[in-house]
């Protein structure tokens, strides 16, 4: 019985310190919008979002292993997402923040994807097949402010 107790105990102990490491992590400039703008509005109609700043939230379903430059977050939908991407250097958003909760404030833009259009992180965000099509219209999402939720401290550019 007392080995059982100090087994518990001991399990516990690890459990609690590998927590105590994961916290939010700001990236950016502080968050200041309180009203969340809900992905699936961005996806439907993004040229009403074209140049405003507004706040999304979701989970991170995929990140840059490269540089970190970009990450997909998802949308209510099942097969939503949006792009958010940086120039490289401004932001490395963390390989461990996949499947992480993240609010990120920005703006979103219009990248039209041309035949010479060589940016692989783009191509990346519109999915191979539907960049091939000439003067596909795709939306990414820059940020200015990003939070993660309970992730491991991580270096921040």
């Given at each position: 019985?007392?080995?059982?107790?100090?087994?518990?105990?001991?399990?516990?102990?690890?459990?609690?310190?590998?927590?105590?490491?994961?916290?939010?992590?700001?990236?950016?400039?502080?968050?200041?919008?309180?009203?969340?703008?809900?992905?699936?509005?961005?996806?439907?109609?993004?040229?009403?979002?074209?140049g405003?700043?507004?706040?999304?939230?979701?989970?991170?379903?995929?990140?840059c292993?490269?540089?970190?430059?970009?990450?997909?977050?998802?949308?209510?939908?099942?097969?939503?997402?949006?792009f958010?991407k940086?120039?490289?250097?401004?932001?490395?958003?963390?390989?461990?923040?996949?499947?992480r909760?993240?609010?990120?404030?920005?703006?979103?833009y219009?990248v039209?994807?041309?035949?010479?259009?060589?940016d692989?992180?783009?191509?990346?965000?519109?999915?191979?097949?539907?960049?091939?099509?000439?003067?596909?219209?795709?939306?990414?999402?820059?940020?200015?402010?990003?939070?993660?939720?309970?992730?491991?401290?991580?270096?921040?550019?």
């Amino acid at each position: 019985m007392k080995k059982i107790i100090i087994n518990t105990v001991s399990i516990l102990a690890v459990l609690i310190s590998n927590n105590a490491y994961a916290k939010d992590v700001v990236m950016g400039k502080e968050i200041t919008l309180k009203e969340n703008t809900n992905i699936t509005q961005l996806i439907k109609t993004p040229k009403n979002f074209l140049g405003k700043t507004v706040l999304i939230k979701g989970k991170v379903l995929d990140v840059c292993t490269e540089q970190g430059c970009w990450m997909k977050v998802s949308g209510a939908n099942k097969n939503e997402s949006i792009f958010v991407k940086v120039k490289d250097g401004d932001m490395v958003f963390p390989i461990a923040a996949k499947g992480r909760d993240v609010t990120v404030e920005g703006e979103l833009y219009k990248v039209n994807m041309s035949k010479k259009d060589d940016d692989m992180d783009m191509k990346e965000a519109a999915g191979e097949a539907k960049v091939k099509k000439i003067g596909k219209d795709i939306y990414v999402f820059k940020p200015k402010a990003v939070k993660f939720s309970n992730i491991e401290e991580v270096s921040k550019k």
